[in-house]
Nanobody, 127 residues
């Protein structure tokens, strides 16, 4: 069994920063990809960012490019999301997702390919 736990959410003023962390633990495994999705009230869950493979290739939704940075500690199966210049529209519950085995890049932004999910952490941005 694999457990996924996020931390680091909170309330921040517009223009501020937050750093989310996510650790995958449990049985021994090496996650192929670890990423973040978010869901705002009344909206569908959307892809935010992911990092995959040993080379650490990264992918972002256009709305966060230049403001968010995803990084990973492979040895710890931990992924981070540094969020800068936060906007009110970034407010949502952020979910960490873990993909254990290889998937084609074409699918890396699809929530359905991820195997394990965290409970989510709330990010609130005041205007």
């Amino acid at each position: 069994q694999v457990q996924v736990a996020e931390s680091g959410g909170g309330l921040v003023p517009a223009g501020g920063s937050l750093r989310l962390s996510c650790a995958a633990s449990g049985r021994t495994f090496n996650a192929y990809a670890m990423g973040w999705f978010r869901q705002a009230p009344g909206k569908e869950r959307e892809f935010v960012a992911t990092i995959r493979g040993s080379a650490g290739s990264t992918y972002y939704v256009d709305s966060v490019k230049g403001r968010f940075t995803i990084s990973r500690d492979n040895a710890k199966n931990t992924v981070y999301l540094q969020m800068n210049s936060l906007k009110p529209e970034d407010a949502a519950v952020y979910y960490c997702a873990v993909k254990e085995f290889y998937t084609d890049t074409y699918y890396i932004r699809e929530a359905g390919v991820y195997d394990y999910w965290g409970q989510g952490t709330q990010v609130t941005v005041s205007s």
